[in-house]
């Protein structure tokens, strides 16, 4: 919980002063836990689509658990690894 609150409040403030909202575009999260990180994406920032992935299995499913309550559409999850990322160059 004092993590996802520093999320909220205090990085995600960051990172509207680094490059600001992500209205309707299509985002990608490394190393998504829980999915808080993902969460304030969708919310705070605006995102279309948030593609989100951690290397534990089992945090992908409390994120995922998280998460359900936005379309199917919006948010993809899935076990992943930073230095394998498949997606065409561009994609984010």
Not at 24 to 37: A, H, P, Y
């Amino acid at each position: 919980p004092v993590r996802a609150l520093a999320q909220n409040w205090i990085e995600a403030g960051m990172f509207e002063k680094f490059g600001g909202k992500t209205v309707g575009q299509k985002v990608l999260e490394i190393g998504c836990g829980r999915g808080v990180g993902t969460e304030i994406i969708l919310k705070r920032f605006g995102a279309g689509e948030v593609h989100a992935f951690d290397l534990d299995p089992q945090m992908v499913e409390l994120a995922e658990k998280r998460l359900a309550k936005f379309s199917g559409a919006k948010v993809r999850l899935f076990v992943g690894d930073a230095e394998k990322i498949e997606a065409p160059d561009n994609t984010y």
